[in-house]
């Protein structure tokens, strides 16, 4: 469970980085890595709707895979609000590339009583493409290959918080001390 007292909310984590409007995928800015750690660190449920959408719809190509993305988080965020309410913390790992995103989901979170951290990862650039290169010639069956030319179109979209909205969200607990 969460470091919260019992009978009170989780903790919500938010992944943030730069994504394809949230079309097809998250870009390689280490958000899933992170995702996972924090999934076995803390621990938390983590859900990341790349791996549903492959797991629901094995075979289809990622240009077409955009089309159920709205359904798959909006059933991700119904389970996540009902685990946050069990006290248990998640860790929503979607990108969330707008401001108007990350404030719904913030304020949704904190009405129900959650703490809310945002994880952000915003690499350079040049990272970026070098990351998304390396993730396109090895994709493992939960990434969706990108093409670079739609990396550059939607690389500039992505809202980068300001610090008078990062101080909106939570500090970041403690992580448990490992047992010996």
Known sequence: MSGSAVGAAGTLLLTCGRQAAGKTTLWPA??????????????????????????????????????????VEALQWQVATRVLRLGADVVLDWGLWSREERDR?????????????????????????????ARNAAPDRHTFVIPPEEFEHWATRFETPTPEELALFDAPPPLPSPTP
């Open 30 to 71: 280490g958000k899933t890595t992170l995702a996972r750690r924090l999934e076995r660190e803390r621990p938390a449920l983590r859900l990341t709707a790349d791996d549903w959408l492959r797991d629901l719809q094995p075979g289809v190509p990622d240009a077409e895979s955009h089309v159920r993305r709205a359904a």
């Open 105 to 133: 989901y913030r304020n949704e979170a904190r009405a129900l009583g959650a703490r809310v951290v945002l994880c952000l990862l915003d690499p350079p650039l040049p990272e970026l493409r070098r990351r998304l290169a």
